[in-house]
């Protein structure tokens, strides 16, 4: 048929015995919708997407429709039929969608199936994890010699905590760990040599000042009494040694009274003894381990405090020195140990408020210096050392009493501060992680709209990789091989795709990553 339109026919029977007879009918010639333009179905999340869909062999207005499955996320179908907007998330997707033309009723319907590419990005984002089973705040979070978080203790709404939970970064899951035999929170927690986890001291019910301690066996998910400190305590530091004692430093043992006194934890004898006093009582501070085995306080809050002063502890005297001073007194700040070797103190809280000055301490020098100022002062937050050098800074209170969702990350080498987005839920009183995949873990905390925090997340690090060769030894190898890369593979990878760069000399680069042949030259290259 050429034409739409009804015929009327008159059609002459005859049967074998010559007998006739004219039947008369009417036959309907209709439009159809022919020649859909099916849409391509890669669309990358992030990147924004236009298409429109057409049909031949309509008699009115076509109107479109989605009819069954779902659009990818940020997409809506005009009734034009035009497919557009910026894919948010990345996966598969099946939806149908049906054209009708209002001239004849008729309709077609095409399914579209595909996948949303995800975006390929370096990392330096954040996204939301399995949340643990009991919402907490002030509690502790340990790094495994299997890879596993444990979390132990903290406080809700519902009082002091002895629970404790497991994480397992491959399964994305939350366990049971047992339960502490004395609920408890601002205590400390520390991985032993033998890959056991001490607890001691913190609060316990009604705000008891607790001198327990306690062990939590992996092997056999157990709990078990590690003795008690000589003096009770909270907001103290606990810091594990080269002989693999662990040295209990200074807290709160009445109230907010500091104390100067510090003890030792010795596995082998499941026995505790005591340590040099330091020349200052203090609570809130921090204690680091530095490369040469002495550990160093900084700042903290007390009699007389809030503190500028810093003491290093040397184990093999047993006894404290002076480490000089902070620019700026502070307590509630973190320190971080960097790879250089020097300290990192950032932000905290005085008598002025909150603080957005960070110092470096060189123990070499014994000295102090500027490491330049976060972009939020900030108190109550975590610093945490990520395996490319850089410390990545979460969450905290700042000077309003807000509680952040930012984060900031510290280059050491440029000694300046940039941005690393956000977490879904602002927090403080929370603890960070690095797992053994150099991604962060960031578990409970609290804030004044849910109170004690359940949700737990990741920060995904930028992708750095540094190669190291030698001159006139054959290569093969990846550039990124070992880099936190997240995107649709196989990966095209090319120099000069950021700032620049060239292939180092006798090595010639391959589309996918590889990097092959033997180095004539000495160099360092910058391949981004």
């Not at 975006?119 to 495994?144: C, D, I, K, M, V």
């Not at 693999?244 to 004898?269: F, Q, R, W």
């Not at 040099?276 to 700042?299: D, F, N, P, Q």
């Not at 080498?413 to 150099?438: D, F």
């Amino acid at each position: 048929p050429t034409t739409q339109t009804t015929y009327t026919v008159d059609a002459g029977v005859t049967d074998s015995a010559s007998n006739t007879a004219t039947v008369t009918a009417g036959v309907v010639v209709q439009t159809v919708l022919v020649g859909v333009a099916i849409a391509p179905t890669a669309m990358e999340e992030g990147v924004a997407y236009s298409y429109t869909f057409t049909v031949s062999g309509a008699t009115g207005a076509v109107t479109w429709a989605v009819t069954a499955g779902s659009l990818p996320a940020g997409l809506s179908l005009s009734s034009g039929g035009v497919l557009s907007g910026t894919p948010t998330s990345y996966g598969a997707y099946s939806f149908t969608a049906t054209a009708t033309d209002a001239g004849t009723g008729c309709t077609l319907p095409v399914v579209l199936t595909g996948s949303v590419l995800q975006a390929l990005t370096a990392g330096n984002f954040w996204t939301t994890n399995a949340s643990l089973t009991t919402a907490r705040h002030e509690h502790t979070a340990t790094l495994l010699s299997s890879g596993k978080v444990l979390v132990s203790g903290g406080i809700n709404n519902s009082g002091v905590l002895s629970s404790s939970e497991l994480y397992d970064p491959i399964a994305n899951t939350w366990s049971s760990a047992g339960s502490l035999a004395t609920a408890r929170y601002s205590q400390t927690a520390t991985l032993l040599s033998s890959g056991k986890v001490l607890v001691c001291g913190g609060l316990g019910g009604s705000s008891t000042i607790l001198a327990s301690c306690e062990l939590y066996d992996p092997s056999t998910n157990t709990w078990s009494s590690a003795g008690s400190l000589t003096t009770s305590r909270y907001a103290h530091t606990a810091m594990l040694l080269p002989s693999g004692k662990v040295l209990i430093s200074g807290g709160y043992h009445s109230g907010i009274t500091a104390t100067a006194n510090c003890e030792l934890y010795d596995p082998t004898t499941n026995t505790w003894s005591s340590a040099g006093s330091l020349a200052t009582a203090r609570g809130s501070h921090t204690a680091t381990l530095l490369a040469t085995g002495k550990v160093i306080a900084v700042g903290g809050n007390g009699s007389g405090g809030p503190f500028s002063s810093s003491e290093l502890y040397d184990p093999t005297a047993n006894t404290w020195s002076s480490a000089g001073s902070l620019a700026t007194a502070r307590f509630g700040h973190d320190a971080t140990l960097l790879q250089s070797g020097k300290v990192l103190v950032s932000g905290g809280t005085n008598n002025s408020g909150v603080l957005s000055s960070s110092e470096l301490y060189d123990p070499i020098a014994n000295t102090w210096s500027s490491a330049g100022s976060l972009a939020t002062a900030r108190v109550g937050h975590i610093a945490t050392l990520l395996q490319s050098g850089d410390v990545l800074v979460s969450g905290g209170l700042d000077n309003s009493s807000a509680t952040l969702a930012t984060s900031e990350l510290y280059d050491p080498t440029a000694n300046t501060w940039n941005a690393a987005g956000s977490m879904a839920v602002a927090r403080y009183s929370h603890v960070a992680t690095l797992l053994s995949s150099n991604l962060v873990l960031v578990t409970g905390g609290y804030n004044s709209t849910v109170h004690a925090i359940s949700i737990s997340e990741t920060y995904t690090p930028s992708a750095i990789s540094d190669l190291f060769y030698t001159v006139g030894s054959s290569v093969a190898d990846n550039i990124v091989s070992g880099v936190l890369l997240y995107g649709d593979q196989p990966y095209s990878v090319a120099y000069g795709a950021g700032t620049g760069g060239a292939p180092p000399p006798g090595l010639p680069f391959g589309a996918g990553g590889s990097i092959s042949g033997t180095p004539i030259a000495t160099i360092v290259e910058s391949v981004p």
